[in-house]
């Protein structure tokens, strides 16, 4: 165990890169490409699984060398810290599932020509992710970072027949490399000023002050933002998660997104020193612009695969703002508190990315089964797909915040964080603590009406389209990981605790941040710094939860009357599937109550043969306005354009005026040299 | 016998005491505010045990469910009581101590409600009616308009008793006697105009109204009948009756027992009845002054509650 614990991680990236390459060979042989693609994943997320816990557990970090190259004295190396192994376990916990659904979900959704490159680009991108979260140092960080990006692009661009497929690939790259642009100006600055670029020397925190570390922080956060998909960052989101096959938009909404929090972790809030108070705000405001702005935008969706995309955002957002909170405490050298805000965002993590897999790979099961990807064309799957609908409704409660399952937990001690926080620190910038607190308990009802929509509009009453009323239930190799995706959501939601004691050695390792012993844990539950202040624990409200149950079946099944079935009253008329309410007008109130984020248009053409009054046909066309994309966005775009235009009078195209070019640079650069000799 | 089984058996036994407790009276509420409601339009009222009545016939009746809906619908209004009855074991209600405290407080408490409604709602849109739909549509949207405001109200009372727990929360008001802070009564207002909108009561929902354009909570359980309708209605009671012991805890827990002795618990009990009913007054004087709002009206009732919440945090902290 000791022997694999120590060669764990090259041996992952080893037998990702082996299967990538023999993915490739097998070009012509689709269901051996699968089979060898989801094998290795699913061996190789075992392995990194092995190495995060045992890192956890001990918390001591395990270190050694990927590549070394002697001429060129190039060594890569890596560092399984414990906050790598957290984000490690995130990422093999859900990479398994994934792989062990996509065996049965390729097969259909992929057509066999294809499977090599998307076989071979999930485990690129995987592999990639896992060289980010435990790289030792900028060049190994930037060179997972990229192959990551590029094979998430290319599986965004699976189905590239489609324009849409097209362009949110583009996008992808473009915001990607944007945000890496400003990742490498930033590690270049730090580097440059440390003259080494290994993350234990630029990331100790002294390397740059004053406004050059708020102007590192700012390009830092940008970059990682822009992978973290939080608001204004965030426009290629919900363009490229659905794009891509059902069960890698699983993969990328719960884990690649994380990529960007971890590099918020380990740079914004941890490597540049104790934050400050500004970066705080930052954090805060924006993880609550993405929060609020993200769930509202899920809810107008009628696209599941957008709709969960969008709640994505969401989500992220909620970890941002939690680890707002503990950058906030910092600033105030509250050092119990920040342990309790980053522990929040820490767990909201491992939780997000639990039920999110588990809703993506269920709506790519209900996607599958009928051929769409829009609300209203579903209807009535509960019937048809009666598993997938179970999975799909313990996703939808978790991911509510409800208790008893694993959403609640973490919003909880997000909340202790925000509450503790207002109480424990000075001054009137305290106020941004309830502030935010209520902005995420609207959040997280609005987050229950979206899934309460999702679900419902999905999969109960009648059937709303032809392709709804003939699904067929999922495969069992699709069915399995939802149900432990699903039983995960309900253990963790009980025993959160667990949970939380598993995150004391990750908090502990981190600069700053107080020994575990301030927080309680157990397996009853957990509390935070004081136990007078607050405590949970779900199991108990979970066995009174058991007792009301039993006491409505004792109230309801003394006698064994028949249940006499009868047709619902379909307001005089019959009832059909188009006198159902729909997704759209579920969400119709909200739209309007926040009509000033949304700034809905609408547009009913009524069209009419013979006369006026007798209308032949309606037209409806509705849309929310694309705030950021309209008014951000595209004024940046302009700019770019109008510069690009003004570079090209440089580009003429004269191969005589490139040899002046040439002639002039020469000149120049022999003036300077020979003044400076 | 362990000390540590002593206490879970105790904290057992309590809760069951205090679920059965709370159960028991919640048709009673129902019926008193409706019957002063009566009584304030010059009319007679149903009797007093009206709720009882209506509950036993509907448990005898002949369970009559939708050939459309699936087993979601049947388990909607079980895991919505559920949720209630778990409650009710979350909050002191004549005691100064909550019976399963340990289990969580303030957040757990909200929680749970929401887990009850998220259920109704999601079982309402089962059966194909657009009036389910309508009224899962609506009653979330309030709900999570609502729960902001009704959050930073408990924040503003529970942060000055420095706890979210419920039962020390309570504890450390009636040890400290009731200092007053003007806060408190913003706070109170903010809540009191929650709960208006939480229990479905004029102005924001009227509960004897089957209007299909207004119609909120109604028309999400437009559908049930018989046994499954009684546990909607026997649920929505109890939660009307602990939002109300809610109120009384945070704002004026005065004659709370604080002690097992049973002249303590006497004063508890009356204490706790009296306030409640005059709680009770209090909203049925609110239904019937006030005429029901327009539903895109809800939304400044609700935003002048998170305006007093707010203020009472500010005034109370800065």
Redesign the interface.
Known sequence: MDGLVAVGVPLALAIRLVSVVATLMLVRHARACRWVALGASIAASVVTAAVAVHVIGSTSSIDGTLFRHAASETVLGYSVTPLSAWFLTTLSLIAVPVALYSTGYFAHAIAPPRMAAVGAALNAMVGGLEVVFVADGVIAFLCGWEVMTLATAALVATEHESRASRRAAYLFLVMSHVGTGCLLAGFLILGSVAGSLSFAVILSGHVVSGSMRSGVFALFFIGFGVKAGLIPFHVWLPEAHPAAPSSVSAFMSAVLITAGIYGLFKVCAFGLGPPDVNWALAFMSLGTLSAILGVLYALTQTDIKRLLAYSTIENSGIMALGLGAAMMALAHGRHTLATVAVAASLMHVLNHAIFKSLLFLGAGSVVMATGTRHIEHFG?L??RM?WT?LWF?IGA?AI?????LNG?PSE?LT??AL?QG??STPG?VR?NF??T???L??T???A??C???A???S????PRSPAASEAHESPAVMLVPLGFLATLCVVLGLFPGFVLRALGGVTASLPGLQPPAAMMWGG??MSSALT???????V??GL??????I???A??GRRA???????????GGE?T?R????AT??????L??FGAVYRPTRQVDAVAEVSPYFVHEIRYRAEIEPTFERYLYRPLLRGVVRMAGGMKVLQAGSLHAYLAYVLVLAVILLMWLGGTT | MTSAMQDGLLAAGAALLQAGGLLALAPLLKTVIKKMKARLQNRQGPPLLQGYYDLAKLLRKEPVRSDVASWVYVAGPRAYFAAAVAATTLVPVVFAAAPLESAGGILLLVGALAFGRFALATAALDTGSPFGGMGASRDMTIAALAEPALMLGLFASALAAGSMNLGVLVRTLVQEGVTRHPADILAFAGIFMIVIAETGRIPVDNPATHLELTMIHEAMVLEYAGPDLALVEWASAVKELLYFTLLVDLFLPVGIATSTAPAALLVGIVAWVGKVFVLAIAVTIVESTNAKLRLFRVPELVSISLGLAFLALAIRFL
């Open positions: 009535g509960m019937r009666p609908g409704l409660l509510s915040g409800l208790p008893l609640f909880w909340f202790q509450l207002f109480t009137l106020l309830p502030l607190a209520a902005l308990a609207l997280s009802a609005l229950a009406a899934f309460v929509r679900f419902g509009i999969f109960l009453a009648l009853l539950g007078s202040f607050d405590h949970v624990a779900p108990m409200f009174a939860f058991v007792g009301g149950l006491g409505s079946a109230l309801t009357v028949a249940v006499r079935q009868a047709p619902t009253w379909g307001c009832l599937p006198s159902e309410y729909t007008a579920f969400s119709k109130p909200v309007m109550i």
